[in-house]
């Protein structure tokens, strides 16, 4: 009895399959039927697409080219069961309603061969099988308890089927707006579930800073005097949870960037999360105004040199080495040092390629000389002592405010020091607000490099060149 009921089930998914891929042909039947008339109304409608729209595209031959595209809805409603006709009638009936879209006979004995595979039936309208296929009479009479439902070829009841797949469709659609408002609601109420600042899934902290003072005239002695109030930007990080191994890495930044305590408070990383503040004035300080000079930056100890650095240089000197003959030229080498260096000019690029050349004539630069100049920073020039700090706007106020009052004499009786303060701006330079005397600004690479810090620390993502 076993034995029986899992034949009876395996023969009523294969016969199930087997309709379901009987569905599946007939669509692709009447598809293949229809593009044969629609492959012409396509064609007539690109021939004819500048008059529509036009006085001349309101004729009947394009809006009856255009509904052969269409597949409308019928809404009556019958009094009675209707006659559901067969595929075979639905086929006769489309060709009948579309034959004047037929241009040859060769087309009509396409769509005559179409219905034919679709129906099986020959020329006679006589069934037969196709070939290799066994006769009805081959297969065994099945018991009782094969008894399936199996749908004669001609009586396949084609449109309601397509209901049903039809059907499945719009479930499946209702099901997934479903799941898209649920997932919306979701995310509404995980909104609403937020506490305020402070008691959330972060523990931000909202405890007001205390400020830290400092005398101007501290300002003379340099970072040195100053350490209390600044530190190094490369000493910046924020609030590490011990979950994460390895977050809250500073980062190796030049070291004349500065900080000030005011801004962000270092004893922050060590206790809680911490709203960051936006950087928006930078003070440009310069210790000892008289005694600043101009040097390269490996003099200061900015080297950063790696075997990953030389091999992007190599790919860098063989991309504008063109013809590969082993050497720059001056205009390749322009070419190439305005990307290293962007505020160069051409007469500032001529000069570097001249200290770069190892070349007799200095009219070829090698990839030694050009690695030589990236290491030795030679192409960097920076004032030195020379510091940018990141102020808090109250700071910025109370400093421009000293600055003002000591117009026309030094901020710091009887002491060189000099200052600038600068607003961090979507400008690649950004701008000089005000300025004390003896204030020298810094060669343009310098000013540059500090600017784009502190914008990429303040997480700004948009620059107008």
């Given at each position: 009895?076993?034995?029986?009921?899992l034949?009876?089930?395996?023969?009523?998914l294969?016969?199930?399959?087997?309709?379901?891929?009987?569905?599946?042909?007939?669509?692709?039947?009447?598809?293949?039927m229809?593009?044969?008339?629609?492959?012409?109304?396509?064609?007539?409608?690109?021939?004819?697409?500048?008059?529509?729209?036009?006085?001349?595209g309101?004729?009947?031959?394009?809006?009856?080219?255009?509904?052969?595209?269409?597949?409308?809805?019928?809404?009556?409603?019958?009094s009675?069961l209707?006659?559901?006709?067969?595929?075979?009638?639905?086929?006769?009936?489309?060709?009948?309603?579309?034959?004047?879209?037929?241009?040859?006979?060769?087309?009509?004995?396409?769509?005559?061969?179409i219905?034919k595979?679709?129906?099986?039936?020959n020329?006679l309208?006589?069934?037969?099988?196709?070939?290799?296929?066994k006769?009805p009479?081959?297969?065994?009479?099945?018991?009782?308890?094969?008894?399936?439902?199996?749908?004669?070829?001609?009586?396949?009841?084609?449109?309601?089927?397509?209901?049903?797949?039809?059907?499945?469709?719009?479930?499946?659609?209702?099901?997934?707006?479903?799941?898209e408002?649920?997932?919306?609601?979701?995310?509404?109420?995980?909104?609403?579930?937020?506490?305020?600042?402070?008691?959330?899934?972060?523990?931000?902290?909202?405890?007001?800073?205390?400020?830290?003072?400092?005398?101007?005239?501290?300002?003379?002695?340099?970072?040195?005097?100053?350490?209390?109030?600044?530190?190094?930007?490369?000493?910046?990080y924020?609030?590490?949870?011990?979950?994460?191994?390895d977050?809250?890495?500073?980062?190796?930044?030049h070291?004349?960037?500065?900080?000030?305590?005011?801004?962000?408070?270092?004893?922050?990383?060590?206790?809680?999360?911490?709203?960051?503040?936006?950087?928006?004035?930078?003070?440009?300080?310069?210790?000892?105004a008289?005694?600043?000079?101009?040097?390269?930056?490996?003099?200061?100890?900015?080297?950063?040199?790696?075997?990953?650095?030389?091999l992007?240089?190599?790919?860098?000197?063989?991309?504008?080495?063109?013809?590969?003959?082993?050497?720059?030229?001056?205009?390749?080498?322009?070419?190439?040092?305005?990307?290293?260096?962007?505020?160069?000019?051409?007469?500032?690029?001529e000069?570097?390629?001249?200290?770069t050349?190892?070349?007799?004539?200095?009219?070829?630069?090698?990839?030694?000389?050009?690695?030589?100049?990236?290491?030795?920073?030679?192409?960097?020039?920076?004032?030195?002592?020379?510091?940018?700090?990141?102020?808090?706007?109250?700071?910025?106020?109370?400093?421009?405010?000293?600055?003002?009052?000591?117009?026309?004499?030094?901020?710091?009786?009887?002491?060189?020091?000099?200052?600038g303060?600068?607003?961090?701006?979507k400008?690649?330079?950004?701008?000089?607000?005000?300025?004390?005397q003896g204030?020298k600004?810094?060669?343009?690479?310098?000013?540059?490099?500090?600017?784009?810090?502190?914008?990429?620390?303040?997480?700004?993502?948009?620059?107008?060149s």
């Amino acid at each position: 009895r076993d034995v029986g009921v899992l034949q009876d089930v395996a023969a009523w998914l294969v016969v199930n399959s087997m309709r379901t891929e009987q569905v599946q042909f007939a669509m692709l039947c009447e598809q293949n039927m229809r593009n044969v008339w629609r492959k012409n109304a396509f064609n007539q409608l690109v021939a004819r697409c500048t008059d529509i729209g036009t006085t001349n595209g309101g004729d009947a031959n394009i809006a009856r080219c255009i509904d052969a595209f269409l597949e409308r809805l019928d809404f009556q409603v019958e009094s009675g069961l209707p006659d559901q006709p067969t595929f075979l009638e639905k086929l006769k009936l489309i060709q009948r309603l579309n034959e004047d879209l037929l241009e040859s006979d060769a087309q009509m004995e396409r769509v005559e061969y179409i219905t034919k595979i679709a129906t099986w039936h020959n020329e006679l309208g006589e069934s037969s099988p196709k070939p290799g296929q066994k006769a009805p009479s081959d297969f065994p009479a099945p018991t009782e308890g094969q008894k399936l439902l199996v749908l004669e070829d001609g009586d396949l009841e084609f449109q309601q089927l397509s209901a049903e797949q039809e059907q499945e469709q719009e479930q499946e659609q209702e099901q997934e707006q479903e799941q898209e408002q649920e997932q919306e609601k979701e995310m509404e109420e995980e909104a609403m579930d937020q506490e305020p600042v402070g008691t959330g899934k972060l523990p931000f902290s909202t405890k007001q800073q205390d400020h830290k003072t400092w005398p101007v005239a501290a300002l003379a002695g340099g970072p040195e005097q100053m350490k209390d109030a600044f530190y190094p930007c490369s000493d910046f990080y924020v609030y590490k949870e011990s979950a994460f191994k390895d977050g809250g890495t500073p980062l190796r930044l030049h070291p004349y960037l500065l900080m000030s305590e005011n801004h962000f408070h270092r004893i922050w990383t060590l206790r809680a999360h911490r709203r960051l503040k936006n950087i928006a004035m930078v003070l440009e300080w310069l210790p000892d105004a008289p005694a600043t000079e101009t040097v390269s930056a490996a003099e200061l100890g900015i080297m950063f040199d790696s075997p990953e650095r030389r091999l992007k240089l190599k790919r860098a000197f063989e991309l504008f080495d063109a013809t590969q003959k082993g050497y720059l030229d001056p205009k390749e080498f322009r070419r190439l040092a305005t990307l290293i260096d962007p505020t160069l000019t051409a007469a500032a690029a001529e000069q570097l390629r001249k200290r770069t050349s190892s070349d007799p004539a200095k009219d070829k630069v090698t990839f030694a000389d050009l690695d030589g100049m990236v290491v030795s920073q030679a192409f960097n020039s920076v004032h030195r002592p020379c510091y940018y700090v990141a102020l808090s706007l109250e700071e910025a106020e109370h400093l421009r405010g000293v600055m003002h009052m000591r117009r026309g004499g030094p901020v710091v009786m009887g002491a060189g020091v000099a200052l600038g303060l600068r607003a961090v701006t979507k400008s690649l330079e950004g701008v000089l607000i005000d300025s004390t005397q003896g204030f020298k600004p810094a060669p343009p690479l310098q000013q540059l490099t500090a600017h784009l810090t502190y914008r990429f620390l303040d997480s700004q993502l948009y620059v107008d060149s």
